[in-house]
């Protein structure tokens, strides 16, 4: 059943542009600009896509991108799904499974994240290097009676892009911290009380997204590079309100050294 969707779904795309990408890239929360920098593209909205879903969430637009940037052919999601919209965590992951069909080996992972590390602040960018679930749901879970995909999930995220990204950020002068990352389920955000049980477990930053995505990139073989744009400080660090209008505001302003650095990224692989 999940070879026929992707099959239809692949079929689609393939229509509207013949291309093999190598690369795939998900934008998260106010960070789609990028998408507009890609060359020769064509856009399609999810809903175009069969068994893609729409993406509910202001700055998300919902659409995949097709084409060049910086040299390499690119497949985008500008705007990602969450659980918190209602969408099963298959309807979540499903697009990572049509990346790989479509000939994706590397998937760039981008979020809007809170600070609970208390060196990071607002316009931070972060590789993450780490995860935690804290979902309560794993998008491999079995269906009754199906094989069950124990997965090693030691290194989820590219040594090999991290130590790139790192390079490359030094010869920008781009401040790049590095840390883990926990995944919450949303939409609420969390309390003083949660995040000072995050920071003990080792958490730097946290948000809604990117770990069902990691997970299953992960069991399709992908070389995953996560990097997450710092928002906000977790509840009961900072002073801030938290708010949807404020991380897209913050994230738009450091979308820019966001995507100088993924373009250098590009160009070295």
Known sequence: MMR??????????????????????????GLGVLAEEVENKIVIPFMEIPYFVSSTVEGHDGVLVLGTLAGKEVVIMRGRLHYYEGYSIEEITFPIQVM?????????????????????KPSDLVLIKDHIN???????RAEKGEPINFLNLTSVYSTELIKIAKTEARKLQLGL?????????????????????????????????????????RSLGLEILGLA????????????????????????KVSFNLNKLIKAILRKL
């Open 4 to 29: 026929t969707k992707i099959e239809q779904a692949l079929k689609l795309i393939q229509m509207k542009k013949m291309i093999q990408p190598e690369i795939g890239i998900i934008l998260g929360s």
């Open 100 to 120: 790989r069909a479509l000939g994706v080996n590397k998937l760039f992972l981008t979020n809007a994240s809170g600070a609970i590390n208390t060196r990071y």
């Open 134 to 140: 804290f979902m309560g749901i794993n998008p491999l």
């Open 177 to 217: 911290q590095e840390g883990i990352y926990a995944a919450v389920s949303g939409p609420t955000y969390e309390t003083p009380a949660e995040i000072k049980m995050f920071k003990k477990i080792g958490a730097d930053i946290i948000g809604m997204s990117t770990v069902p995505e990691a997970i299953v990139a």
């Open 229 to 252: 744009c710092v928002t906000n400080q977790a509840a009961g660090i900072g002073k801030m309100r938290h708010s949807h209008h404020t991380t897209l505001e913050i994230a738009q």
